[in-house]
């Protein structure tokens, strides 16, 4: 595809949870809890913001009047998470680090911040808004494409994450409220879907650089999209960097196939009626199963819509799916539609329906089976996206999905989301704190700095990516040897012991410094370091320097081989004597003694 | 707004106002107005595209815009109410009259520029249209603003407002009112009106919002509701319906004299002190009552409103200085309540801190002490303790059992309204008038 011809305008929003110590607005630790004794019920309304307009977005959650259910831990929640207590001020690190990421872009730092509540109303904030700051504007970053703008760094809270959902209920985990992000949006500048790939690899090495969060979940990507003639589109919910460039080629799929369906529609001057039918009566003997347990059946008539609701517009999504995807908000389970085959559904009454509605083969008809009020408002969803495809791409949220293809999620929320949230003074920030802050090394140069220590490209590419990083460049510093060994046991082993269900995320950054300072002053050998990052593990908040590791000398070690071999002078006779003696010696004294030590001595035995 | 000097000349020159799409350097959007208070002058504020605010520090230029702005942002800053909800008020089909008074406080607060805070700013009407439900379950009879201030700025004369304005609206037909009120002095309030509404025949709500409504999970809504249908309760009597839980639940209607506000910050606020709540009151319209009342009946409300506002409560703690008490007395107080310790104590023993001899001159010259528990909860006792009965019998305070010190200092402003006899003041004081005495405590009663 010509994605310059097409038009192509993509652009990114990146959000990375930020590894401060708290929580951005209060005092809960920014670590996720397990258990959840406490839950609050609670409702949203619809608000107006600053400019008086009550926004799309707000206004269509609230018309779902769902109950939302909060999970909390006291542990990572307190009043502030349950919109029981006003927030403190900004917490200073969150700030900093944000700071920090305008200097590695050039963005300008705003002078003074001014918090703001953003309207959320699907739950997943319980105050009813999201609490945000721009913080810097106007930088760039360069990529191999040219130069991507980012115009916006902002500064904001998470939102509460959802673990269960029914029709009219939303259950949250409150642990992630709150958790500092860094949001950094480009500008249209990205060229084609690989550039797309490219430019949020780049922007998440920049802030891999910062203290920021890693592991699936601490990053989140939204995407922009838009072709000639379509709509800008923001798709939410890519997790996996690799399955950008498909859901852009996707995205581009659909508006064209949009577009062209609209051509057609506008060709036969279709329309779409308003009235709804209630058909209910017409199924009363009907074979089909679902239909004939429905409380109400309603219908629409789409006028000369025949054949286009079949249109496939991405791989195994029809226009008649995003049609579906409307009418699925409102709680009901789907529609059917005329350009499905009915007797996949035993349904052989669409002639009576047909005639009902007074419409002819070549309209459309839509039915919805459920409660009279639900059909009623999801066939109203159903004839607005009907209107839509008349007009073209309509701007949305759409949710990715694992295969590449987009869901219908929310109408796009409009700035009249924003207001100013008053519990918080605008914060300062004056030219001698700009200069301050200090450019943290760019990825680049910390990439060349470990490969020139000795580190392959891949054990480099792997320490950058990883919370590790740290203590390893601490660990080699003070040692000023081995990287390969302390890269490859902070990456590699842990990995490999956390397969084996060792519990690794008990072993603190101090530990992994002590277990170094350890092994060079001879008391662990190399074989033994799984066993004893193991033992660490197994025993969180002891000191390894407590749990009395003594180094054996020499003679210990002859005496100890001289005991086993002299059990198994057997395995002296068998073929290769040496490597069945060192078997056996070493399930003993692995980790106890160096393995060149252990393997001279069992020489001196054979 | 009050941008400094240099800005509003600049401003001035340039022709630009409020509301102006500017450029500052390059920086492009709204101008908007500083926050008074916590602002700062030398800044713009600058509502970008994309709806943030930030501020600009200003170095001596502004321009206008020449640049259109984008079409979704609207030059409005009038708060406009959704239009479909915006109309007046509906017409009633066959639902129960009620009225509305608002008295200001959060409940009715928006955002306000001049402070950067939330301030009371919305009008009786503008609370109806924020919440449509309640048009299905009332009729108002009248929508009426009385006070627009926040709660720690009331004062007595707004409570006698408030008492005449609700006995004129059941008077003249309204079958329950509505009291919207700031939350922090909303118990001394509901105190106010349960003496002063005398021969009370229907329900009077107060109630309120520690919830701005200007964000999605504003308590009002509920509590609004909740306080519809309490008001066409059968209960005539005050009290605060708000949240009885964190939860959009359901709310309690608590006893005007027995409620207290317990917390800075959370929904569920108001508690009911050495009482059971009258009732659960949910959003649905269920009412579980929860121990006996007084039943909604015909006839006239009287609003007696005499009130003698020279009435002081203070508290006695260690190290207290009880010459507080002899300052009141010389700025001719009428009667003073003092938050006792425990059972009901002052310092007694210790000369040097003793509150006896200064109680004692102050009720020889005539002057009322009460005694209410600083513990809130639990009943006083002067006869336990060598100190209490000192207080009690030498310096002749008079232990006011379980009445919440609120209470206690209202009602002892609306006593000394109607009569100067101490003999009268104590024995009115000790007489139960509106639910202020609770005979029997229950363990269960405690933090409830």
Known sequence: MDYQKLGFKAGLEIHQQLDTKEKLFCHCSTELSDKFPITVERKLRAVAGELGKVDEAARYEFKRQRTFFYKANPETSCLVELDEQPPESMNKEALHIALQFCKLVSANIVDEIHVMRKTVVDGSNTSGFQRTAMVGLNGKIKTSKGVVRIPTIQIEEDAAAPIDRTEDTVTYRLDRLGIPLIEVATGPDIKDPEHLKETALTIGRLLRVLNVKRGIGTIRQDVNISISGGARVEIKGAQD???????????????????????????????????????????????????????AILAVKLERFSGILGREIQNNRRVGTELSDYAKTQGVGGIIHSDEDMKKYNIEEMDAVRKALNANREDAIVLCASTRLKATRALRQVIKRAKMLLEGVPEEVRK?????????????????????ETDIPPLVIDEKTKDEVEVPERPERIMARL???????????????????????????????????????????????????????????EALEELFDLYYEGYISKEGIPDVLTTIALNPGKRLRDMQLRKMSEEEVRERIREIVSKNKHLLKQHNPFKK????????????????????????FI | MSYSKRIEDELKKKGIKIGDRVKVGDVEGLLMPSPEITGNPDFLVIKLDNGYNIGVKFKGKIEKSSTKEPQRIKKEFEYEVEETHAQSIPKCHDLPMISLISAGGTISSKVDYKTGAVYPSFTSRDLFAQVPELSKIVCFKELKTVSEVLSEDMCYEDWIEIAKECAYQINDGAGGVIVAHGTDTMHYTSAALSFMLSGLSKPVVLTGAQRSTDRGSADSAMNLICSAHASISDIAEVGIVMHAETDDSYCFFIRGTKARKMHTTMRNTF???????????????????????KKRADGKVKADTKYEPNVALVKAYPNSDPTIIDYFVKKGCKGIIIEGTGLGHVPTQNKKYSWIPHVKEAVNSGVFIGIAPQTLYGKLNPDVYANGRILAYEANAVHLKDMLPETAYVKLGWVLGHTKSMKKIKDMMLTNYAGEFKERLQPDMFLY
């Open chain 1, 241 to 295: 960097l690799k399955l950008l460039p498909k859901i852009a080629e996707r995205e581009v799929i659909r508006q064209r196939n949009l577009l062209e369906a609209r051509e057609e529609l506008i060709k036969r001057n279709a329309s779409v009626c308003d009235e709804i039918f209630d058909v209910t009566d017409l199924f009363k003997e009907t074979k089909c199963r679902f239909l004939k347990n429905a409380r």
């Open chain 1, 400 to 420: 990715a999905l694992p295969d590449g293809n987009t869901q219908y999620l929310r109408p796009m929320p409009g700035a009249s989301r924003l207001y100013p």
């Open chain 1, 451 to 509: 490969k020139k220590i000795g580190l392959s490209d891949e054990l480099a590419e792997q320490l950058f990516s990883s919370k590790r990083l740290k203590v390893f460049e601490r660990i080699y510093a003070k040692h000023n040897a081995d990287p390969v060994l302390i890269a490859t046991t902070l990456e590699n082993t842990l990995v490999a012991l956390r397969r084996d269900g060792v519990p690794v995320e008990n072993i603190s950054d």
């Open chain 1, 581 to 604: 003696i060192m078997g056996e010696v070493m399930k003993e004294l692995r980790g106890k003694a160096d393995g060149k030590l252990i393997a001279k001595i069992v020489k001196e």
């Open chain 2, 271 to 293: 508690r009911p002190i050495n009482d059971y709540p009258i009732a659960k009151i949910w959003p649905d319209g269920k009412v579980e009552p929860l121990q006996t009342y």
